[in-house]
């Protein structure tokens, strides 16, 4: 005779498993519970960190900063503690119902997250009433159909696609000129923000070596301004500096790969310092990249591993070992790839550190900021192992992906000792 078949067998077994389902649904809600203290905590340390408090520094350092101590703290990427200051920012200054009803258990934390990430989507004037209908919905239905329906429901209210709304506003580019007082004006260019980014970008390349020149007294706006006149009344800027002579204009682009392919048209890519693009664009951006690095197996003999105090710039062999040994940025919990990373002088180089692969290492942007400026303390083991000193006074350590082949000298049987064999 099986359970099934016995009355008292049933109800046992069923005051059993709804004993069980109750504590699990406890706990659940507890969790939901401490989810939302999580980030009302997260919150208020951030909040700490931008009033300049704790950081003696701009508050995109601070901010920087606070997001690699979180990261080594919890021991997760940095990426994951990116996402918590950014989930706690929109929940207790942006969505403070939505972080109540988390708090109180009437939804999960994957429906704060879907619902934060989805109303971020729409334009700014859409996220409030979103956000409310939102969260009516949350608290009636299980996460995967909130998302789906959410979803509809957002894309109904932007009522056009992204693709859609660039072509729009491509079509109202145009420059425009306003007189302003004391004989000044103003001279506007209103145009697709990459191509815009990418001369700033240019514009500021070419400012700068003039600025730094001695008997400069110009400030770099002043000098931008005009260069810019130069360039557009001449078609060339006088007196241009070699440094600043050949500069082109840069803009990082990071694309999703079957975005890159075609394949999804739904994801769109991001330029640093300006947001979604149409993966039309993203395309033909990439378009321009001539050269894929190939990667070999074994080592050519000769490669240079230092070059002492003779020049600051490694040289491109050099680059090549300490990125590939890195593979990421070498900052706690960093997943940045090396080769879109700056290669940093452990022991700076004004303080007589040498450019050499001991003391050398890629740090992103960000975390190559927040070691100059940020009052972390830094020290370089043997290996490329980095170790980090928080202006808390807590340790942190960045491993390298891969282990520092040793080399003999070139005539020797053997090139590569030990480890494993680097790209070159």
Excluded at 91 to 102: A, I
Excluded at 129 to 147: D, S, T
Excluded at 278 to 286: I, S, T
Aim: glycine fraction near 8%.
């Amino acid at each position: 005779m099986d359970r099934f078949s016995d009355p008292t067998i049933d109800e046992a077994y069923a005051a059993g498993a709804s004993g069980g389902l109750s504590l699990v649904l406890d706990v659940d809600a507890a969790m939901a519970t401490f989810a939302a203290e999580r980030f009302e905590a997260i919150g208020a340390l951030r909040r700490t960190a931008m009033s300049g408090l704790d950081y003696g520094a701009s508050t995109e350092i601070a901010l920087r900063s606070l997001r690699l101590e979180l990261a080594a703290a919890l021991r997760v990427s940095d990426y994951t503690a990116g996402r918590l200051l950014d989930l706690a920012d929109a929940l207790t200054d942006r969505f403070p119902r939505v972080l109540e009803s988390l708090g109180r258990a009437r939804i999960t934390q994957q429906h704060a997250e879907v619902l934060v990430d989805v109303v971020s989507e729409a334009e700014p004037e859409l996220q409030a009433g979103l956000a409310a209908e939102g969260l009516l919905l949350a608290e009636e239905v299980p996460v995967a159909a909130f998302r789906r329906a959410f979803r509809e429901r957002v894309a109904a209210a932007r009522a056009v696609t992204l693709a859609e709304r660039h072509e729009e506003a491509v079509r109202n580019r145009r420059v425009y000129y306003q007189d302003d007082v004391a004989g000044m004006a103003w001279l506007s260019l209103y145009g697709p923000a990459v191509e815009l980014k990418a001369g700033l970008n240019r514009l500021t390349a070419i400012a700068q070596p003039i600025s730094r020149c001695a008997d400069e007294v110009r400030t770099l706006d002043q000098v931008r301004a005009d260069a810019l006149c130069d360039l557009l009344i001449d078609g060339t800027t006088p007196h241009l500096p070699d440094t600043a002579t050949g500069i082109r204009a840069t803009v990082a682009v990071t694309v999703p790969v079957l975005t890159l392919l075609g394949v999804d048209e739904t994801t769109p890519a991001t330029v640093e310092g300006v947001g979604p693009i149409p993966a039309a664009q993203a395309r033909e951006l990439c378009g321009g990249s001539r050269e894929w690095m190939r990667v070999l197996t074994h080592p050519e003999t000769g490669v240079v591993l230092s070059v002492g105090r003779d020049t600051y710039k490694p040289p491109a062999d050099l680059t090549r070992l300490v990125n590939w040994r890195a593979g990421t940025c070498q900052a706690p919990g960093c997943g940045m790839p090396a080769a879109r990373c700056e290669l940093d002088h452990t022991i700076a180089w004004v303080d007589g550190g040498h450019t050499a692969e001991n003391n050398l290492a890629p740090l992103c942007k960000g975390h190559h900021t927040v070691k100059h400026h940020g009052n972390w303390r830094v020290m370089q083991a043997p290996g490329g192992v980095l170790h980090w000193t928080s202006p808390t006074g807590r340790a942190y350590v960045a491993h390298p992906q891969r282990r520092t082949p040793s080399f003999r000298p070139a005539g020797s049987d053997t090139t590569a000792a030990t480890g494993t064999d680097p790209p070159f």
